[in-house]
């Protein structure tokens, strides 16, 4: 028979969002469920992510969540006495001639934020990986970027909510969500159980779409293909930090002995697949080689080859904060793949508007579920990457 929990939030989905939203929703003093359809945490496109980290955006609200998230990803251990696998290796962007004023706007902006940031000459850049500079005006570099252990990083967070009561249910799939017309807030098929909540916090990443579908409901989110390409363990003298060219999207960085390397697709098409395109592997060094022409004499390894998928939205930024019709709702997806650089404040942001009924220490209207309904789309959201 199907057992009855009920609690103030249902947080669907233990990857590092929902792992994170669990945490400060229970340190706020709420009651947490967590339900997930796989066997554990960050099975998801968080266990499969490149696990770069950086606050090297061109736009304020980007630059804040991924500045304060690196921070907070920083002085974990402080905080929480876990290790959540931060290192800051530093990230490097190569930025072609046509791209390089804004680049320094960008620069200018990540400063007055508090970021540090350096902007490199070819040389200094070269020194730091070794490239090609045909084209390439000049570098940026963030110091304090680099990588989290994406995988810590979700167990970390899920430590900290059940320490704060929360309850975290692994084969626990949605399958059913109703209105509940006396409380306002939800009743939720999960697995074999029936959770009535108060809110429902929807961090399913590129299945948000579905889990919303299933109350009535239109989230903009689906999953798209990524792909990391793997050398053979030993194939680099030294160590390279994550480095993109921005002229054809090729990022390069070492994870322990090996080179890893990749670009999206853009005739990806939606949907979930985690097989690894090896077609694409041969396009992606036919773009890599002129600028990296070291790659060209790397050996592969296909078994450290691995694909996931990002959580695009329309635009590829992120969906926060309640839903306009139902403000029980609680949307935090769609990020685009940057979801795992943000997953610290995204929590703490989904805290806020539950606790305290609006999110207002940052303005993150831009990123509300409404500017995809308006006629046109005035967004001040700029990508780097
Ligand atoms: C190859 C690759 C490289 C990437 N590189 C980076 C990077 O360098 N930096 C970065 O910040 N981000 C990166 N990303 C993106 C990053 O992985 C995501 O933005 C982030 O992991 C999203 O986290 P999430 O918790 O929202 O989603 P997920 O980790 O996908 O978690 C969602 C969870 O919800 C569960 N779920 C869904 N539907 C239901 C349901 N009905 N019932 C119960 N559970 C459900 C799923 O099983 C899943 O575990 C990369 C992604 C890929 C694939």
Redesign the pocket.
Known sequence: MDEHLTTDVIV???????ASCAAQIARSGLDAVV????DGP?????G??????RAQWADSLNIELSWRSIQTYRDFAKNHGIDVGYRASGYLFLVPDAAWPAQLDAVAMQREHGVPVDVLDLPAAVRITPFDPSGIAGATWGPADGVVD?HLATTAYLSVARASGARVLYR???RAIAADQETGGWIVE?GDRVVRAQYVVN?????AG??AELAGMTVPVAHSR?N?YASAPGATAAPLPMTIDLGTGVFVRSEGSRLLFGAARPDQDDGYDVSVDWPWMERVLELAVPRFPWLADLPLDRSGCW?????NTPDHHGILGADPTAPTWVNA?G?S???????PEIGRLVAEQIAQGAITSIDTSALRLERFAAATQTNQLGLVF
């Open positions: 669907v989905g233990a990857g590092a969002v929902g339900v997930e359809s796989f960050a099975e998801g496109s968080t499969r992510s490149f696990a770069s980290i994406p626990h799939p949605v999960a961090a399913a990443g590129g299945w579905e889990l990524r990391i694909a996931g998928t990002y959580e997806c990020f793949g940057h979801g795992l650089m943000q997953a």
